[in-house]
Nanobody, 115 residues
Framework: QVQLVESGGGLVQPGGSLRLSCVASISTLSFNAMGWYRQVPGKQRDLVADISIGGSTNYADSVKGRFTISRDNAKNTVYLQMDSLKPEDTAVYFC?????????WGQGTQVSVSS
């Protein structure tokens, strides 16, 4: 069974930075793409960024220029570097990995941006 374990969330002041990590229980090369989504209470889960097996990246307009997604296949890990954080970035962030047939999800990690 595939497991995705996130870490790196927390409380940060506006303008600060955090780096999220997601470690997969199998090789990240098993997935067509991996990414990060976020969700606030009462809202749908939205894509933040994703990265394909070939390294192509895609970002939500709201985070372009501030967030960077990367992957280290040797460590089975995908990262989300978040800079210039804003209060509106506050959410639970979920790691996602997908194949042709399945989507896998982590348990989520809380990111709170507040002074």
């Amino acid at each position: 069974q595939v497991q995705l374990v996130e870490s790196g969330g927390g409380l940060v002041q506006p303008g600060g930075s955090l780096r999220l990590s997601c470690v997969a229980s199998i090789s990240t090369l098993s997935f067509n793409a991996m990414g990060w989504y976020r969700q606030v209470p009462g809202k749908q889960r939205d894509l933040v960024a994703d990265i394909s097996i070939g390294g192509s990246t895609n970002y939500a307009d709201s985070v372009k220029g501030r967030f960077t997604i990367s992957r280290d296949n040797a460590k089975n890990t995908v990262y989300l570097q978040m800079d210039s954080l804003k209060p509106e970035d506050t959410a639970v962030y979920f790691c996602n990995a997908r194949t042709v047939l399945y989507h896998y999800w982590g348990q989520g990690t809380q990111v709170s941006v507040s002074s």
